[in-house]
């Protein structure tokens, strides 16, 4: 069965300082992974995604993502966090067989919070 | 990117009635699908809108009490039936086409009073 685990609800940093959201995942096979941004009150954005290739992925508004085979982990991190990247950020994994109705299975959420 | 409506944004209802809310994407997609979202959790999968056929329910969900319809590519509904207090949440409708990220609307946020 595939599962997604955020171990942290909430990470603390200061801005200018570089962040890490840790994600770790289980899958069968291969995995398609993820990782989403919502704001308050508002719907979930999608920020990267790893699907093969080179292991370290770049998103949006900076953010980036190192997949670890081994280790299972798909960890989201920025170099420099900013106040408006606090937010709640959610990790999501696919297995990439069975075709299209492999369903998308999200982690709990960590809550960022960046301290001006 | 696909881009998500999603209506009515919020709504207060009253127990024992029901609520449709319409899910429109601004491109033909592969697959919709419906979640619910208690605030600052996670998400959990409803269903899956097909087209032309009857939706796929996850467990604990059922057609009685969440039907839902995707007449074509771009268009979904879901209806929370004869609602309870325990049926107030966040429910986002979500679509996913030939990349392999899905998009989100912005939720629909009930409140059963």
């Given at each position: 069965a595939q599962s997604v685990a955020q171990p942290e609800d909430q990470v603390n940093v200061a801005e200018g300082n570089p962040l890490t959201v840790k994600c770790t995942y289980s899958v069968s096979?291969?995995?398609?992974?993820?990782?989403?941004?919502?704001y308050p009150n508002r719907g979930l954005q999608f920020l990267l995604k790893y699907i093969t290739g080179d292991n370290l992925v770049k998103g949006s508004y900076g953010f980036e993502a190192e997949f670890n085979k081994s280790q299972t982990s798909f960890h989201l991190k920025k170099p420099s966090a900013l106040v408006s990247d606090s937010a709640l950020y959610f990790c999501a994994v696919r297995a990439n067989y069975g075709g299209a109705t492999n369903k998308l299975i999200f982690g709990t959420g960590t809550l960022l919070a960046v301290q001006p | 990117s696909a881009v998500i409506s999603q209506k009515p944004s919020r709504d207060i209802c009253q127990r024992g009635t029901s609520l449709t809310i319409q899910c429109q994407v601004d491109s033909q997609v592969t697959m919709m699908f419906w979640y619910r979202q208690q605030p600052g959790q996670s998400?959990?999968?409803?269903?899956?809108?097909?087209?032309?056929?009857?939706?796929?329910?996850?467990?604990?969900?059922?057609?009685?009490?969440?039907?839902?319809?995707?007449p074509n590519l771009t268009f979904s509904?879901?209806?929370?039936?004869?609602?309870?207090?325990?049926?107030?949440?966040?429910?986002?409708c979500s679509a996913r086409g030939q990349g392999l990220e899905a998009f989100f609307g912005q939720g629909t946020r009930l409140t059963v009073v």
């Open positions: 096979g291969n995995p398609y992974l993820f990782w989403y941004v919502q | 998400l959990t999968l409803i269903a899956t809108a097909n087209q032309g056929s009857e939706a796929t329910y996850e467990s604990g969900f059922v057609i009685d009490k969440f039907p839902i319809s995707r509904t879901l209806t929370v039936s004869n609602m309870s207090p325990e049926d107030s949440s966040i429910y986002l």
